[in-house]
């Protein structure tokens, strides 16, 4: 089955700076969709990146970018000069089609802010 | 505001009782999701509908049923309320190729359910 873990409960960051925030899977796929979805105290999911499979380029979205290596099976999210409103809870999240389009979230990483 | 809307936004009700989420997709997407998060079992993936059908089946209990209409509106039945109900349950919509349903979903803001 496939399985999203993140191993870093919490993590802080001073507003400015850089944060990577690190998620692996397992899956015998190789056809397949990841994604970063936050999750702010409103608790409103947010899409904040997708990355297929397929593509070798790394995803970006402004200060958003990821870091994915396929052979390692390792998806890590890079959020550039942070800012306080980056404060939220992160999810990686996996799909594949015959999944039924179902995601299968990590156990979420929480992102504070220092100003 | 990802376009998707949920009502109601709070429930709290007893034990024993019975309950319907209520969720509208985005305009022109086929495909609904009904996602569970709480804090011990985390989000968890319930039931998908696509056109009106069935498409996938996840975590969801017995007492749990849900449907999509016509309109491609869903609802979500939640009966025999427990305890360990308690969470928040996300509608999720994505315009749904059929056979590919690969493609980004988009949340609503979900509807906190409190079971006393």
């Known amino acids: 089955a496939q399985t999203v873990t993140q191993s870093q409960p919490e993590m802080s960051v001073q507003e400015a700076e850089t944060v990577t925030l690190s998620c692996t899977y397992d899956?015998?796929?190789?056809?397949?969709?990841l994604f970063w979805y936050k999750q702010p105290p409103s608790r409103q999911m947010i899409l904040v990146i997708r990355?297929?499979?397929?593509?070798?380029q790394n995803a970006t979205e402004n200060r958003f970018s990821v870091n994915f290596q396929k052979a390692a099976k390792s998806f890590s999210l890079k959020i550039s000069d942070s800012q306080l409103g980056d404060a939220a809870m992160y999810f990686c999240a996996y799909t594949h089609y015959n999944q039924g389009g179902k995601l299968i979230f990590g156990q979420g990483t929480e992102l504070s802010v220092k100003p | 505001d990802s376009g998707v809307t949920q009502t109601p936004k709070h429930l709290i009700t007893a034990t024993g009782q019975r309950v319907t989420l209520r969720c509208s997709p985005r305009s022109g997407d086929l495909s609904v999701y009904w996602y569970q998060q709480s804090l011990d079992q985390g989000l968890q993936f319930l039931i998908q509908y696509y056109n009106g059908e069935e498409r996938a089946k996840g975590n969801i209990l017995e007492r749990f049923s849900a449907q999509q209409f016509p309109d491609l509106h869903s609802e979500l039945n939640l009966s025999s309320l427990e305890l360990g109900d308690s969470a928040l349950y996300f509608c999720?919509?994505?315009?749904?190729?059929?056979?590919?349903?690969?493609?980004?979903?988009?949340f609503g803001p979900g509807t906190r359910l409190t079971v006393l």
């Open positions: 899956t015998s796929e190789s056809d397949y969709y």
């Open positions: 990355q297929e499979a397929y593509k070798q």
């Open positions: 999720a919509s994505s315009f749904g190729t059929s056979g590919r349903e690969t493609d980004t979903q988009y």
